[in-house]
C-alpha cells in the first residue's frame, strides 16, 4: 500500500520507520499534553512544501535575495490573515517558535539589564517570562509573580506591588500550566499604573482568543506573542502581533537581530492553518474543547480529585495529586503505559520538586481535534483514575492500552 512518506521510505528506510512508529503512537494513544494537537493534512503538507527551499532575508518587498515574487505573496497572506483574525494592527509570521519569539519581543521593548515581571514557572508561567536557567531570567533583572494560595487564581495585588516596586519595563501575562482566564484588563491597568509595557504570550490560548472564546489582549497590549501548534493547530512556528507604534521595533529584532532567514515553508503551513481558523467549523471545534475539558473536570471531581483551581476555563486542567500518595511522574508513566499521554506538572506551592512535581496537566485539543466528545472525555477520566490505582500492575495497565487503542482506532486516523 503506497504512503504519502514513500519517498522517505525510498531514500532512509530507518526515518521511515520512526515516522510510521510515530504515526502509529499518535493514532492509537490519547494525547493530553497541553500544547500539542493534530495539524491537518493541508498544514502538515504545506509544511512540506517547496517553500523549505528558499531564502528570504528580510521582509516583503526589502529582501536581500532574488526570487522572491511568490514569498512576498505569501509572507503578506500570512501577515493579513493574522492581522484579520486577531484583529491586530500588525504582525510579525517569521519566528521560528514561541520561545524565539519572546526573545525577540524582550530585544524590541528593553535593553539587557532591564527589569521584567513574570509569572514564575512553578505558578503556571512560561521560561522565557524570566524563569532563572532561561536567558530571560539570566539577561534581565527578572523578577516573578505567583497565584494566590488560597484562589490558585493569579495574585493581582502581588503583581501591583511588585509592578510598583520594581517599575519593570515589560509586565509579560500569559501561562503554560494555568487553566483559568488570564484577566488582561486588570494587568493593563496595573502596567500602566507602573509604566511598564504590558505583553501577553497567548501560545496556549491563541486558537480560543482566535475564535472569540477567550478575552483577547490585543486591544490592550503592547506586544502580543504566539506559537502557532497548540490551540491555534498550525504548524510549528511562532507570531508576534504588536500596536503600529512597535512595528518598527519589532521587526528589526526578529530580523537580522535575533533570526536569519525566515522558515517560510512554516509560514506556508500558517497561512493554511489561519485560513481554516477562519472556517465556521473552527469555533465549533474550539467550543468542544472547552465543553472536553468541563466534562473531564467535572469527572475528576466526582471521583474525588482536586483540581487545581477547582476547575477549568480553558483547554486544560490540572490535577492536584498531593492527597493522592502518588507522584505526578509516577501516574504519567502508569498513564503511558495505557497509552494515555500527559505530562507531570507542578501544582502552585508544590511540596514536591519541579522533577517529580505533585500534578498532571491535561489538555484537550488534541482529544478534541480527532472528534471525541464529551462521553469519551468521561471514559478518559475513568481510565486515568484506573491506572492511578493499578499502576504497579503492568498487567492491569496492558488491558486498559487495549480498550484506549480500540477507542483511538475508532476515531480513524487523524490525518
Ligand atoms: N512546551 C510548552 C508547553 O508544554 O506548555 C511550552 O513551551
Known sequence: MSHWMDPVKEIDPDVFDLIQKEEDRQRDSIRLIASENYASKAVMQATASVFTNKYAEGYPGKRYYLGQEFVDKLENLAIDRAKDIFGAEHANVQPYSGSPANLEMYYALCEPGDTILGMGLPHGGHLTHGWKVNFSGRFFDAHQYSVKKETERIDLEEVRRLALEKRPKVLVCGASAYPRFIPFDELKSIADEAGAYLVADIAHISGLVAAGLHPSPVPMADVVTSTTHK????????????????????????????????????????????????????????KNVLANANAMAERFLELGYRLVTGGTDNHLLLLDLTDKDVEGKVAAVAMEKANIVSNANSVPYDTRGPFNPSGIRIGTPAVTTRGMGTSEMKQIADWIHACINVREDDAKLSAIKNEVVEMCRSFGTPW
Do not use: M, S
Not at 490551540?231 to 500596536?243: A, D, E, H, Q, S
Not at 507604534?245 to 521587526?251: L, N, S
Open 231 to 286: 490551540t491555534l493547530r498550525g504548524p510549528r512556528g511562532g507570531l508576534i502581533l504588536c500596536k503600529k507604534k512597535h512595528k518598527k521595533a519589532i521587526d528589526r529584532a526578529v530580523f537580522p537581530a535575533c533570526q536569519g532567514g525566515p522558515h517560510l515553508n512554516a509560514v506556508a503551513a500558517l497561512c493554511v492553518a489561519l485560513k481554516e481558523a477562519a472556517q465556521p467549523d473552527f469555533l465549533t471545534y474550539q
